[in-house]
């Protein structure tokens, strides 16, 4: 009962604000810069919380920690943060820095961040493990991990991969890939991967682990063209495991849930307007990049950011930014269960909050 009157919280908040206009975040970029016309607007097609709250009453503050360090994945974010889209609906985001020595899974378990982001896989597994969390928006849907082989190689389909040395990153990266695998009965030397391609470059494997945003185009830059390679990726081959979604535990969430669901709203406008003015969230993320002291080329942001937006984009009109398809959950629980990382599945309707505000069509 409590799920039911929470979910119908979200959604009432959500769609109480419809009618805001935020597109005059910045009068100076008002203007879509691939069509000049309005980043964002009144219509029912985007994504609104309650922004007027937030000049009415202190600023609700909320932490939240992606993956990784800042870049174009998460660009949406921090354009919500840097333009004040969080601040027109009312909250004071915190974006602490990810990485590998900040596990999003122990902030979210510890109540170190708010809200975390975490791949649908071990999110399932950690909720069927006990942990009371929730997805509220499924970011990604579409899989960006995929596997790179040289065509030199002698590798054209899944069938030539059969006795190669593959790559692979650490478990939770595994899944697909070993469900590929089994799915063409392949039996392959698997090869610890580090986060670098240069094992995959010096042939030191056949086949690499990618991803589709980011190790893709690094190997691509390295001088491999897109015709001397051969790419798998695992949503043409029914293993489509969408990856970022944005997360909270379920007793936090209850103390303020409309702080949560505008948390939402107003990270999925951010991503419209970055979507909306790439230049500018470049911007921001370079800035980013370089007050953490992180190298990174303006070339390779731009990819990323293209990619997520491809990857982002519901895969139909009337499937909003944001959501969780059910076919994507039991297959992914599914094979969580097949392989035995879990023994049972959990409810979908306990696992996804739900909220129409998402991205009304």
């Not at 000049?55 to 943060?81: E, H, N």
């Not at 697909?176 to 392949?186: M, S, V």
């Not at 790419?231 to 949560?260: I, Q």
């Not at 911007?283 to 997520?308: G, S, V």
Request: proline share 6%.
């Amino acid at each position: 009962m409590v799920n039911r009157h929470l979910g119908l919280l979200f959604s009432v908040i959500l769609l109480g604000s419809m009618a805001m206009d935020i597109a005059g975040l910045r009068p100076a970029h008002g203007q879509s810069e691939a069509t000049g016309t309005p980043a964002i607007t009144t219509s029912a097609s985007q994504p609104t919380g309650n922004p007027a709250s937030g000049q009415d009453r202190p600023l609700k503050k909320l932490s939240f920690i992606p993956q990784w360090v800042p870049q174009a994945q998460f660009a949406g974010y921090y354009v919500a943060k840097e333009v004040g889209i969080y601040q027109k609906y009312g909250l004071d985001v915190t974006i602490i820095n990810g990485g590998p020595q900040r596990q999003t899974s122990d902030y979210l378990v510890n109540h170190r961040a708010d809200v975390v982001m975490l791949w649908l896989a071990p999110a399932i597994e950690m909720r069927a493990t006990g942990v009371k969390l929730m997805n509220m928006a499924q970011m990604s849907q579409r899989s960006a991990l995929m596997l790179v082989a040289k065509k030199a190689r002698g590798i054209n389909t899944p069938q030539d991969i059969n006795g190669k040395k593959v790559g692979l990153w650490d478990p939770v990266f595994q899944i697909q890939p070993k469900a590929f695998l089994k799915k063409y009965h392949l039996d392959v030397t698997t090869v610890r991967q580090s986060y670098s391609v240069n094992l995959f470059l010096r042939d030191g494997v056949d086949v690499a682990s990618a991803m589709w945003y980011n190790e893709y185009h690094t190997i691509l830059n390295s001088g491999l063209n897109p015709d001397e390679l051969t790419t798998f990726f695992f949503y043409d081959h029914g293993l489509n495991f969408p990856e970022d979604g944005l997360y909270a535990l379920e007793d936090t969430c209850n103390k303020d849930p409309g702080s949560f669901a505008a948390f939402v709203a107003a990270s999925i406008a951010g991503w419209r307007y970055a979507f909306d003015h790439p230049n500018e969230a470049l911007d921001i993320i370079m800035a980013n990049l370089e007050k953490e002291h992180i190298p990174a080329t303006r070339i390779h942001q731009t990819w990323m950011l293209n990619r997520m937006k491809e990857l982002m984009t519901p895969r139909d009109a009337q499937t909003p930014m944001g959501e969780l398809l059910p076919e994507d959950y039991y297959r992914v629980a599914a094979e969580l269960k097949h392989i035995g990382m879990i023994k049972e599945i959990p409810d979908f309707h306990s696992f996804y909050r739900k909220s129409l505000g998402h991205d009304q069509k």
